[in-house]
């Protein structure tokens, strides 16, 4: 894909890994929207893409909202594709986690973090697919984890939203695949963001002991495998060798039952056309 004048929508595109995409997009031609909570760190992030444009005609918009409410994430999406801006690419990278072993995590731990990355998520696919469908074209990319792949001790929370990530994934990629629209999957190890800050005081020790078996990525080589998956429509963004070898051995024989159910899928709805004929 060439990004060259294209619309990419980030969520969480004012911090960490989104706001890396957002450089890396900018510096490659693309009008970049932005939506997440603080104004301010959205000012921050608008200042610092504008620095990096490279041709004055591409666009930077940065939107406030709570992308766990349907409305504003809604609203969110309407404005920043008014005026003759139709979104080419969604990147759902906002987020939140919060560590700790299960029988202290209070439950609005467990709400919180379903409504932010689980309905966030769910809410700008929402608003964004119709306006892909009606192009007939789009990339959808939904920030999940290594913890969204594998079971990590102290995760109860975090994981639960991000297995959801990903089931709702592959099947929105079933879905939307007939319509021109290819939707990814991201699953970074730990990377170094204010996130992994915000949630080192909170994490048990297993925690600790099983993230110190891989290594940690910064912001900016989570970005480059994103805009490369991109670029290649990969299905799984695996950000390196390790997360690699981690899915391979988690998920063992994943490639083929994909294959079977895009056939299984392909054959039903080769049926379904004939049967629309025929009646
Ligand atoms: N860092 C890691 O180790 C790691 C590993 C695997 C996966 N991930 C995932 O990668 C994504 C990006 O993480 P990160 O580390 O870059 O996090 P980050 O630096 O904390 O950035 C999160 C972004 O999401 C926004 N956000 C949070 N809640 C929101 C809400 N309710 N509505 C709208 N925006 C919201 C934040 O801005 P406001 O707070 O201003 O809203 C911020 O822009 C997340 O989905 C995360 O779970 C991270």
């Not at 595109?13 to 909570?37: C, E, F, N, P």
């Not at 301010?40 to 666009?59: N, S, V």
């Amino acid at each position: 894909m060439n990004f060259d004048q294209q619309h990419v929508i980030i969520t969480g595109g004012s911090s960490g890994i989104g706001r890396a995409t957002a450089r890396l997009l900018i510096q490659r031609g693309a009008h970049v929207s932005i939506i997440a909570r603080r104004q301010e760190l959205l000012d921050e992030t608008a200042a610092e893409l504008q620095a990096l444009r490279g041709q004055p005609e591409q666009r930077i918009r940065a939107h406030a909202a709570d992308l766990s409410a349907w409305e504003q994430a809604r609203e969110a999406i309407a404005a920043l594709t008014a005026d003759g801006f139709p979104p080419d690419v969604l990147i759902n990278s906002a987020g939140i986690t919060h560590p700790g072993y299960f029988e202290h995590l209070d439950l609005d731990v467990f709400r919180r973090l379903m409504d932010v990355n689980f309905f966030g998520t769910l809410h700008s696919c929402r608003a964004v697919v119709p306006l892909m469908m009606e192009r007939g074209r789009g990339q959808i990319v939904n920030l999940s984890s290594v913890a969204g792949f594998l079971g990590v001790f102290g995760y109860t929370a975090y994981c639960a939203t991000k297995f959801a990530v990903r089931g709702f994934s592959d099947v929105l990629r079933q879905e939307l695949k007939p319509h021109g629209i290819h939707v990814s999957v991201v699953f970074p190890p730990d990377t170094d963001t204010p996130q992994l800050q915000y949630e080192d005081p909170f994490k048990p020790l297993e925690t600790r002991r099983i993230s110190g078996t891989a290594k940690t990525l910064t912001a900016d080589q989570v970005a480059q495998a994103i805009v490369r998956g991109i670029e290649r429509r990969q299905v799984y963004i695996l950000p390196n060798l390790d997360t690699r070898l981690y899915f391979m051995l988690v998920n063992g024989f994943t490639g083929l039952a994909r294959w079977i159910l895009d056939w299984t899928i392909a054959q039903a709805r080769r049926e379904r056309e004939l049967d629309a004929k025929g009646s």
